[in-house]
């Protein structure tokens, strides 16, 4: 896919773009010539889970879903894994989150690994949602920071709306997506944007993956790069993301995403998560 | 893959000694302890359209000489490539093609992750052995990929930097040595182009796995005085494109260790000194990540030495013994197909050379140039020990095979016979000799043996062999 890297500012023209107030609906205009973009205008924290204490997510914000789905088939996608909260795939050490994959028999499933979702838990309508991840790699290693509407019990998928604010196929250790689904628009033609890394990788470091949401646009960045916005525009649909979102985190094995893992693929592997930051 | 390698390197230091007489080194280097070894150039470029600075190209004996030039018609990007036009399995002026792009000078190469460059071939083929590192010298930082594979189309490759730290005066900035497919006299010739060749620091190399023995746990016997090696030594980095990139690298890339330094020790080469009696696990790492992989040696102490044959040497023809001169042999494992064998003749245990051979399900050994006339030969000798406790249905069959009149293999003139010894014979770690009656062997002919075959169907893995020669009485 074809991808626009536009120079940005650097964090102290950031804040002083804020300190002169500078509108949250004031988002340049993405263009392929040199304009300077604004990556973030939103600096109020309002959720800030850093992972630093304890060995278990906070309950007050995160809740688990157990399991391979409500239809026993991998959550919809044909993904391989039974998600526990077991320890050995979801604890706190060291300053992260750690959400670990393991290939092992397990209720049927050949791999463990876990979903954190914060569904009645912590729902916000619009906002600067972004995460500082550093992901596993490897064939059908498939981690993902994303938001589900939080009306999904009464308006099912896609009709209820997701966010992908960051999916990777661990066979493409330079590149993730950042993704829209909704009604006319899902699953394969979901609205969707590759990032590519230049002589980096993202299971080597930690990088931010975030987007700010407003009434008319979701934007997407990795790190400080602006690489796509999304408006209503360019969804084949209903727009659906003027009402609350909550937040999914989790480590998929295999999928119709990706494939499943191969003879060469590693495990256990880990996504750590450093932290997630909403801001309004 | 360990064979292949291990032939490779026997064949470069062959090639060293025989190639240094050959080929002129331009220009005169002299190593010194005031060098300034934070000076080397950071220069990566190795043939961009031309020879970058101090880059010589110095062909190996016996290969193709002129089997490289520099092509101004066909390149991926510039003006010039590198042509390489491979011989023919039959070509007199050499059956191969391969050399070694060294800059004698020496680069400092700490700054990047790996050799790149864009190829292709005038057929899909594949490049025997290419990398760096080999500079006709100690080639402490040899890396090789085996087998790559090249297609018509231009493609880059990307060969990682086992550990970049340790190129701060690298000398070998490339080689590769590949010849006609199939191998073989009847082998065809082709020709690739390699364009843009560098070393680059692409931030992409990761994931680093290395391995010794293969990545497997191996469990060896050795003696007092033996010297084996830690083989198999690989490191995999996972590259841009996802793909898991495996090249072979030299010992010196590896700190190796022994979990039991009174039973042996091993050193920057990765070659073990047994020192006694007991069991040590040599491991590795590399660049601070331990290597998957170990050798579990067990020493059962002083070695015990087949008896010293004592029949003169007039009435004995040698093929493998410290008591006589040999025959030449061409090799004591073929590694021939279904064949699970290995070793070979390296084992030296305070000059007693013995050969071992470990996974033992069949191995031939040859000697056919010139084959061995024992018409007037009466018996067949060989001593015999496995560390194996016997079974029943265990069995060592002695296979000797003749290529009669045309000396060669085939042709529609070979015969060979066997005798069977059954698990009565046999002893655990104890010499058995056994002296058989070459009539025995029920050969129409003998006065072109090449061959002997150990055969066991695996019933006995490894044999200590040693002391083969027929004699007459």
Redesign the interface.
Known sequence: MKMNRIPLFNMKSIQAAVKVGLSLTLIATLTQCNDTQVVTTLTNVVLDQSFDEGTTPDAGVWTYDIGRGPNGDGWGNNELQYYTDRPENVRIEGGNLIITAQEELFEGAGYTSARLLSKDLFEQQYGRFEARIQLP???GIWPAFWMLGADIDENVWPGAGEIDIMEFR?????TIVGSVHGPGYSAGEAISKEFTLT???F??GFHVFGIEWGPDYINYYVDDVLYNQITPEDVTGDWVFDKPFFILINLAIGGDFLGPPNE?T?FPQQMLIDYVRVYN | MNSAMNNSLIKLKQLFFFGSGLVLLSGCWTPSDEVDFAGFPQNGDVFLDGFSGGLEYLPFAGSKLNAFQVDDEVFYQGTASMRFDVPNGDDPDGNYAGAIFPDFGGRDLTGFDAITFWAKGNSATTIDEIGFGNYFGDNEHLVTILGLRLSTSWQKFVIPIPDPTKLSREQGLFWYSTGAKPAGLAGQGYTFWIDELQFEKLGTVAQPRPAIMNGADVEETSFTGSSPSVIGLTQTFNLADGTNQTVSAAPSYFSFSSSNGSVATVNELGVISVLGQGTTTITASLGGVPASGSLILTSTGAFDAAPTPTRSADNVISIFSDAYENNPVDFFNGYWTFSTTQGQDDLNIAGDNVIRYTALNFVGIEFKAPTVDASNMTHFHVDLRTPEGIDPGDFIRVELGDFGPDNAFGGGNDVSGSVTFGSSSLRTDEWISLDIPLSSFGLGSRGNLAQIIFVTDGTVQELLVDNMYFYSE
Do not use: C, L, S, Y
């Not at chain 1, 661990?170 to 330079?174: I, L, M, N, V």
């Open positions: 790699w490897g064939q661990g066979q493409t250790p330079t002589n980096d990788r299971d080597t060469e590693v």
